[in-house]
């Protein structure tokens, strides 16, 4: 490779902190849920970048797989998200509090 | 033929097993019934087979009873010289006895459990008259110990009773633990339990050893005979029912003690040392105990401490090496003083069930068969010349003197001291109770008392008065008897013989008119204090409360208050506490607000992620 | 792919993420996360993945955040805003920037056959191959997964009063 594996990894890494921090630092819904496809499209970057240096179909398998979860995660999170909009006309999470039994 | 031999203490057992399985359904004379007949059957075993126990005797080896690596307890008995009349003793005893009580117990509402316990206690006592090895005989040991305290609690719902019943045991439980110490110490240093065994290897045993295995054996039988100084069970047994004190606490389990120290005599007398506190022991109780029986009030107990006195004699015998005199006394004693006690049961029936013989008199006039019993009795036990008593009585004092040496001989005048104030006694017991006028008003209800009451009373007056017969002085027919077995007595000239049994006689006499001074019209003046002191034992049992039950009291106090409130309750309270702390910490992680999820899960996420590194780190 | 080539599409991607979390308007956000993304493509399609990084862009960019701003927008109309400033468009301007900037040094620098980061390169029909032969269990799960999540959607983005279950 013309880059090395470990650059790349790299650049994998800081999406995957950009997108955590993102989902743990922002108060509305929305954005938790976009913290998440940026942590999930980091991981596949790290697949697919294992997959060209090992020669191996393996990971660009699981990056296909993983595009279907995630797709059906922000499926059913937007409709939460839709759902919690409803009934408390405010995406924010610090309104959230009654998930205790 | 060696199965015949365990037919003796089987037979009351099996009666007791009859008696507790089938009790209830049968009539209500039943219980007495079975029990009298099994006793009395064992009692016919045993005397058939006396002629056989002479010499080697017989043996019967049932089962092994316990076995491990190198050491086997057998089911072993053995009919020997000197298991042989003690077992026909107490066999014939027990069956006058049962007699007396299947009438004195017959309208008791727990009369089954009484006769099943009665008979139990006869096969655990012919248990340790007949066993050949000291573990089998600490079997009936404890089973003695334990239908004693079944018996003299017999009516518990009186705490006074039960209370007795507990001292009994607890007392006597005492002396178990020495004699179990010395069972043990004897099977780890000689190999075995088995007694002919142990006798004969006793010369091997070092003296320190045998020493401490003398004192040992003393002390188990001081419990089990309420001896000094475990004996303030005795007078308080008296709660039980009079067969009860006529069995247990006359002619059977308070001779236990001095058997055994018969049976393990030549053990004993390896060291000297041992042997004299035997016979002090013994001495000193007999003194203890006349004095105190001089000055109780109520019939029983001046019975209880007269058989302490008189096992104090056995043990006084068996100290001096005389196993022939000690038996002999014992057999002797256990007629004449079982005869009294059951007397006395019909004393007090006849007086109203008072059994303050300082209320009684005038008896005589109202009952004279039971004046001329009584009579019998009591001068076998003062030792009246002549009278099975006397005979006894004086086999003891002639072996404490020819055992020679300044110790024995102040023994000697002990035994002499004790035998006037057990003539003063004995004969103000006679007085108070049968002559003079009647002090207290009869029952306005007295029960007939049954013809099965009084039948039994009259074998054994004929037993005491003859039994000297058994082995008169100067080379008897026990002593012959038990060579096998025992030592012979020294031979003692016939002057000192003679000049013994007139001093004995002078003492009866001058114990009689000392008492017919004192006791003769009127009834006890006012209790001086120092009367009082020997009425209550010479405060024994406050010595014991002070020494024992108070600080033993005050460490469970103690325990109880300490340890297991505030150390261990304490302790569990606060690890309960601790950990209610920690989970009520820890729920407020979980409060519900997604915000603090997020967070979790996050920080989480994070640490397996560094974990993940960790682990495939290679720098 | 020549080195500079990546690095820009990697700075590309970094500048729009970061722009893309710290926004206050939401459909501002799903626009520079779009940015973002076609820059990774670019990086999968260098490294030997061509059609993943078509999926990428299909899928990931033009489905998953199109719904975003569906439902933004179902949500939160945003009313036409006034004429914006030109300093607005600072910010998606250098993206685009970045972008063909990545472009034309992928094309202009290193002109070889080897166009990717790696001389890897799996044709779509081995990685379907890969995908449905090898994975296939992998594959029915997903498919589950997803119909799962359709039913939870529906469900959970029902109104009151829309038709319940059939008794």
Redesign the interface.
Known sequence: ???PLE??LL?SV??FA???????F?R?F??????V??ML?AA??AL??G???W?N??G??????L??????????G??????L??RRHS?D??E?????G | MDWVLALIPLLPLLGSLAIVLGGRRLPAAAPGIIATVSVAASAAVALLLLPHAAGEGIRSRLFVWLSSEGFAAPFGLVLDPLSAPMAAMVTVVSALIHLYAAGYMREDPGRVRFFALFNLFVFAMLIIVLADNLALLFLGWEGVGFCSYALIGFWFREPKNAAAGQKAFLVTRVGDVFLLVAVLWLLSRLGTTDIVAINAAAPSLPAAGATAVGVLLLLGAAGKSAQLPLMTWLPDAMAGPTPVSALIHAATMVTAGAYLLCRLNPLLSQSPAAAAAVAAVGALTALYAALCALFQREIKRVLAYSTMSQVGYMLLAAGAGAVGASLFHLIVHAFFKALLFMAAGVIIHRFGGENDITRMGGLRREQRALFYLFVAGALCLAGAPLTGGFFSKDAILLSVLERGGGFYRLLFGVAIATALITAVYTFRLLYLVFLGERRSPPPAHPHAIGRSMMVPLWPLAALGLLGGLGNLPGGGWLDGWLAPVAQPPPPASHAAEWALAAAAALMVLAGWALAHRRYRGAAAAAETGLARAFRLGLFADEVVRAALVRPFHALARFSRDWVDDRIIDGGLRGAARGFGGIGAWLSRLANGSLLRYRTALGLGLLGLLAFAVAVVWRP | MHPVAFWIFAVTTLAALLLCVTRQNAVHAVLYLLGALLAVAAILFGLGAPLIAAWQVLVYAGAILVLFLFVIMTLAPVAPSQPRRMRALLGPGAIGAGILAGMVALVLLEPSDERGLTDYLLPPAELGRALFADAWIGVEAVSFLLLIAVVGAYWLGRREGDPEEPR
């Open positions: 490779m013309s880059v650059h790349v650049l800081a999406i950009i997108g955590l921090a993102c989902a743990l922002r509305k929305l954005f938790i849920l976009l913290g496809e940026i499209n596949g970057l697919v970048a997959s060209a240096v020669r179909p393996e660009q398998v699981f990056w296909m797989l595009a279907a979860i995630a797709a059906a995660e922000v499926a059913v937007l409709s939460l998200l839709i759902h909009h409803r995406g999470v610090d959230l509090r009654s998930l205790r």
